[in-house]
């Protein structure tokens, strides 16, 4: 099958890098790119015309919510109300539970990945919230996960998350992690019997990775563990760590070093490893707010940084700075981890924080974003033939309407959209040439259905706070309204 685009804006990639062309097409056979440029004379089974359009490579979401969104709650926590979105102990040590039966977690991740596919992803590894499950993600659960991205057509790296500990509020209000290591065991049991799964299934939009949590819910055992097996396996890990003092305080306590070097000496700075945020290096203002090699130890192991611009804004955070980790030769790459799961806002506000970061107008410009959300994912996959548009890679492609009047006029039509745009203006997709976004719908999802069931199960998420919490507050105790309810008036006297 031969399938040709035109578009008025196409991302192309040319001499190795990312080229503009104007007025231009994109053909492929099967799932690969076989021409780009502005004239193909040869013959097509299918084509589509996108007119005022800009075509991108498909976008590489590395820390991809695959949830019911919970940052709509938790953003907007003072200190009180926030330590009641951690686990009480006692919760921890009696009444923990799964919030949602396995059916409810498979509508969930539908949703959630249709969200994806809506908002222009085509390449995503997952992040889900452990806080509503009895522990952390059953191997049953990312089987299903499997199923659901294999019917939307999204490229997915995947494994079911695991951990030791999880973060608790102690009676007196302190936070530290309370820990189940057969628990720990377990989950990466089951994460390498996902990866034999997935090898079974030889699907080639479907790779096996290893999810641990968050650094400081893991213990050395489980560390040294996942280092071994990524080694042997040849897989990719992905692991939360150096977000935030909590977690650096919590990791010198039990292990006398810093999380950074907690994962040299465990063997898991590497090349295959990504780190989602790894904001808090020595060069971060709450540590040494100055540069002692934290930096280069990072660009000398090889490692990838998930930078996830949107999402550390909302808590309160930035990189120190996209433009100081790029210099030092760090492979930066993009990552949503809330939502919306929005790529183009994120890379806007990544732009303007790098700004605000380094005190300079040009810290980051908008091609380096551009660069991060595609070839920086490749890079970090290991994949020469994604986040590009270029004759050989898969066809893996993301169109985002212009059309508008809203949108503004147009300059450089990548700059202007992700000053001016959204990922909401997504139109059409394909993954390795196959359809998934079509005239912004997905072929196949009910997705009002998907709203309704997915808007039901927030509101139980959302109770299921308060019986967590050290101090059992009601919901309306941990998330106020922005306003106080209306209140009728009474009734009018006519005369």
Request: glycine residues 10%; aromatic residues 6%.
């Amino acid at each position: 099958m031969r399938t040709r685009w035109r578009a008025r804006h196409i991302l192309a990639h040319q001499d190795g890098g990312h080229a503009l062309l104007q007025d231009g097409e994109v053909v492929w056979q099967d799932d690969t790119v076989i021409y780009v440029g502005p004239r193909y004379d040869g013959p097509v089974d299918e084509e589509r015309d996108l007119g005022e359009s800009l075509v991108l490579p498909g976008l590489i979401d590395l820390d991809a919510l695959t949830d019911v969104d919970h940052l709509v709650l938790d953003s907007w926590a003072g200190p009180e109300r926030g330590k009641g979105l951690q686990w009480s102990l006692d919760y921890f040590t009696h009444r923990r539970h799964d919030v949602f039966t396995p059916q409810e977690r498979s509508t969930i991740r539908a949703y959630a990945l249709a969200q994806l596919a809506l908002h222009g992803i085509t390449t995503f590894m997952p992040i889900a919230s452990e806080v509503h499950s009895r522990w952390a993600e059953p191997y049953d659960e990312l089987v299903d996960t499997a199923r659901t991205a294999r019917r939307i057509g999204l490229r997915g790296y995947l494994g079911p998350a695991y951990r030791s500990g999880v973060n608790v509020v102690l009676p007196d209000g302190s936070r530290d992690v309370a820990f189940d290591e057969e628990e720990g065991r377990a989950g990466l049991r089951a994460a390498v019997r996902f990866l034999d799964h997935l090898a079974e299934l030889d699907d080639p939009l479907l790779t096996g990775v290893l999810l641990p949590c968050r650094i400081e819910t893991l213990t050395e055992e489980l560390l040294l563990e996942t280092a071994r097996i990524g080694r042997e396996r040849g897989v990719l890990i992905r692991l939360h760590a150096l977000q935030g003092l909590t977690e650096r305080d919590i990791v010198r306590r039990r292990h006398g070093m810093t999380p950074l070097e907690l994962l040299d000496t465990t063997g898991l700075l590497g090349p295959n490893l990504l780190i989602p945020h790894t904001v808090l290096l020595d060069r971060h203002p709450s540590v040494h707010g100055e540069d002692r090699g934290d930096l280069a130890r990072l660009a000398r192991s090889g490692i990838s940084v998930i930078h996830c611009p949107q999402t550390s804004l909302r808590y309160g955070e930035m990189l120190h700075s996209f433009r100081a980790y790029r210099a030092a030769g760090v492979n930066l790459c993009l990552g949503t981890d809330s939502f919306p799961p929005d790529l183009i806002r994120g890379m806007d506000v990544g732009v303007h924080l790098a700004k605000i970061a380094d005190g300079r107008s040009d810290a980051a410009p908008a091609e380096h974003y551009v660069e991060a959300a595609t070839l920086g994912g490749a890079r970090a996959l290991g994949r020469t033939d994604l986040g590009r548009i270029a004759p050989g890679a898969q066809a893996d492609l993301v169109a985002f309407s212009l059309d508008d009047i809203r949108d503004g006029v147009l300059d450089d039509p990548v700059r202007t959209f992700l000053l001016n745009g959204t990922a909401r203006q997504a139109t059409d997709s394909v993954v390795a040439g196959r359809p998934v976004l079509v005239d912004g719908g997905l072929p196949g999802v009910d997705l009002d259905a998907l709203r309704r069931d997915a808007q039901g199960l927030f509101e139980r998420m959302r109770a299921a706070y308060s019986e967590r919490d050290t101090a059992r507050r009601d919901t309306d105790a941990l998330f106020p309204p922005t306003f106080p309810t209306f209140r009728a008036p009474a009734a009018e006297v006519r005369g």
